[in-house]
Every structure is written in C-alpha cells, then in structure tokens.
C-alpha cells in the first residue's frame, strides 16, 4: 500500500510542477503559494534533493526589498484566477500578493537540509540571508506588539477560522469594488468560506493596495490587525531552526535567538484563561477570539504546551477521528468540512508532530503520524479533510498533502522526515 501511494505521491508533485516552482493545485491554486512551496520542498526532499533546494530558491527569488517573501508569486499569467497581479498592484518582478504567509521555510529547510548535509551546505548558505532577512521583516513588522499579528486572515494561512470572527466583525465591506470569486466554481461552495467573509477580505486587500502596501500605515489604520497564536509558535520555532542552521554556517546568530527569546516572554499576553489555551487577539480592542483554534495545537511546535494548554488540546483533538481539528468540534460553530472552521488538514498535523516528536511525545506523535496516514489511504491526496468520516474537501491531488505523504505521514513508525 505504501508503495502504490508513495508513487502516486511522487506524481502529484511532479505533475503541479511548473518548473522551478509547484503549485498547490491545478485550476483552483495556479500559481506559487508560500508555505504550500516550503511543503512541496520537503516532499521532493524524500526522492529528488536538488529539485527541493530549487524549490525554497524560487520562492526566496521573489523576496522584497524590505525583506517579505510574500503569499503569493504570479510567474505566469492565468486569467482564470480572480485574485492575479492587477488584484494586488504590488508593483515587483515578479509581480506578487502584498502580503506574507507562515514562515515554515527555516523548519523545513532544516529538516532538507539533514537528508545531505554535503550536497545541501552551498544551498542552505545561500538561502540563509534571504532567511534572515524575512525574518527580520517579521520582527519589524508585525511583532511589535510583543507577539506575531496578521494584517490579513490570508497571511495566517488560516483563512476563515474562527480567531478571526472578533477582527473581521469590525470590517467595513460595503464599499468594495464588484468581484466574482472562481474558487466556488472549482470545489463545493460549502467546503469554501461564505461571501460575507470574502467581502471582508477583499475590504482589507483594497486598503493595504491603496496605500501601496506601506507597512507602517498598515499597522496604524488598516482594517484588520489580530495576534496570532499560530504565527508566534511557527516564528519561535523556525527563528530557532535559522539559528541552528547559522551556527552550523559559522555565523553569529545572537539577533535571531533574541527574536525567538521576545517572542517566547510575550506569550501570556495570548494566553486565555477561559478557554485554557492561546487563542487570537485583535490588537485593536484587545478582545480575544472565543474559540480553541488550530493555532493554539501548535504550541507543541515552539515547545510552549504547558500541562493546562496540553489537557484542553487533546481533549479537543478526542473529539475528531483523524488529527487536529481546525476548530474546537465541541463549539457551537464548528462546521466539519468549511474550510479553517472544523476540518483537518495534513499540514498541520504533520507540524504538531514535529513539536511533540522534539518534546519527547512519542505516543502521541505516532498516533498522530497514524491517523494522518489512514486518513490519507482511506480518501486520497486531497486539501483538507471532513476530521470525523474522513470525507475529502478542497482541492485533489493536492500538492502539500502528497508531500506530507511522503516526507512524514507514510513512512514507517519511528522513522524521521
């Protein structure tokens, strides 16, 4: 079985190879998407290294000048998708989205990087200033507030989930320019964030490409402005990884470990007492999201899972059958297979584990590792996942779940990607 589905694995990310670059999904994702690239590197990693290397390159060779390697990289044209280049006007080459994504590239270029540390060294040396400088540009841009903040639900890679309801309800829509979403056109509209919510987003894409995607007017006056959990642990542990791959480049990497330490002490500000775990704030209010996230489960990846944040987690996690819900399945809004708002996704479940594995939770890594993969065998290679029958949602023959596949969830119990 595993054979069959490595070599079907393997296929999916040559077959949303564009050269140089992966996309997540034909039709519904064609372009280069951030952390989805990063995934893809790690599952070429497993079968092809120099193709994984070319990977984290292409996506590094559309950095900004100040730093941010954004969301989204058009290298080609399609028309077919509403959001291109004119919907952003950043102004680069490559023209690109105006805003960033998770940083999982330092985690995963690590993890590349121990496959063949020989081959690998004149690669990572490379790709480290790029690193540190998007780094950086976290740092400066949106962790003043003592923790990591999105401008735009999109730059969590958590779309519609619920930390964003209290942020999003103070967004005024109703004066955006007409648009026709194509996303509902290509997978089931109930699997899909609803419109109200796309009208939201589009309000804040205008705001940030009106004042030309200056990041200091963004913070002051842009619509949306949230902390977020998942944001805070993916840095505290991708800023740790960049120091590991410095010090082995022979660099001095006091900044980087001082950026991991600030974010690390500003933790209790996301820590909610009433739903004993870190949870969302809107930096404009104050006010916290009401809702156990997908977020807060990857605290286990920035070793911050405290006894009282580790109980209420698996608690939710018993809830599902295959992984890490993306919302509490005990809450009143959780909706099994809409996207960020209930259903699991491989991706997440595979950097939990690689927080659980490094704190010693091997039980439950593996039980992780092994719904992943009946997950996987049971319903196929798709986005994201109903988390209790399992049913397939969002794209087919998804690039980072086939990578996932292959680099993590299908590979022999007590092995390492």
Not at 107 to 120: E, K, S, T, V
Not at 122 to 138: D, F
Not at 360 to 387: Q, S, W
Request: net charge negative; with cysteine.
């Amino acid at each position: 079985m595993n054979a069959a589905l490595d070599k079907a694995a393997r296929a999916i990310l040559r077959g949303n190879d564009r050269g140089g670059y992966t996309i997540p999904t034909a039709g519904l994702y064609p372009f280069q998407w951030n952390w989805d690239s990063a995934f893809a590197a790690w599952g070429f990693a497993t079968f092809d290294i120099d193709r994984a290397w070319r990977e984290l390159e292409t996506l590094c060779a559309a950095q900004w000048s100040d730093g941010m390697i954004p969301h989204i990289v058009f290298w080609r044209p399609d028309p077919a998708y509403f959001l291109g280049p004119e919907a952003w006007a950043s102004g680069t080459e490559p023209a690109t989205s105006g805003i960033s994504q998770p940083p999982v590239a330092a985690i995963l270029a690590r993890r590349i990087w121990a496959a063949d540390p020989a081959a690998g060294r004149g690669r990572i040396a490379a790709l480290y200033p790029r690193l540190v400088a998007w780094h950086r540009w976290w740092h400066l841009h949106r962790c003043a507030s003592g923790v990591a903040a999105v401008t735009h639900p999109w730059e969590s890679g958590r779309d519609n989930c619920p930390d964003w309801d209290v942020g999003l309800g103070a967004v005024d829509a109703s004066r955006i320019a007409p648009y026709a979403r194509r996303d509902t056109e290509e997978v089931d509209p109930e699997t899909r964030p609803p419109k109200a919510d796309y009208d939201r987003y589009m309000a804040i894409l205008e705001f940030g490409r009106d004042c030309g995607w200056d990041q200091d007017e963004i913070i002051r006056n842009g619509p949306f402005l949230m902390a977020d959990p998942a944001i805070t642990f993916i840095l505290i542990r991708a800023h740790r990884d960049l120091a590991a791959i410095g010090r082995a480049l022979g660099h001095d990497v006091t900044e980087i470990e001082g950026w991991a330490a600030a974010l690390t002490a500003g933790l209790p500000y996301l820590w909610h007492p009433g739903l004993h775990c870190h949870a969302a704030r809107d930096l404009r209010s104050g006010a916290f999201a009401g809702a156990l996230g997908s977020g807060a489960f990857l605290a286990w990846l920035a070793g911050a899972a405290t006894p009282e944040a580790e109980a209420r987690l698996i608690r939710a996690w018993d809830g599902v059958r295959y992984g890490i819900p993306s919302a509490d399945p005990a809450a009143p809004g959780f909706e099994r297979r809409r996207y960020w708002r209930g259903p699991v996704w491989p991706v997440v479940n595979a950097l939990v584990a690689i927080g659980l594995t490094d704190a010693g939770r091997h039980a439950l890594a593996d039980r992780l590792r092994r719904e992943t993969a009946a997950l996987i065998r049971a319903c196929g290679f798709n986005e994201y996942f109903d988390p209790i029958d399992g049913a397939p949602c969002g794209g087919r023959n998804f690039t980072w779940t086939a990578a996932v596949w292959l680099a993590w969830a299908g590979r022999d119990e007590g092995e390492t990607g």
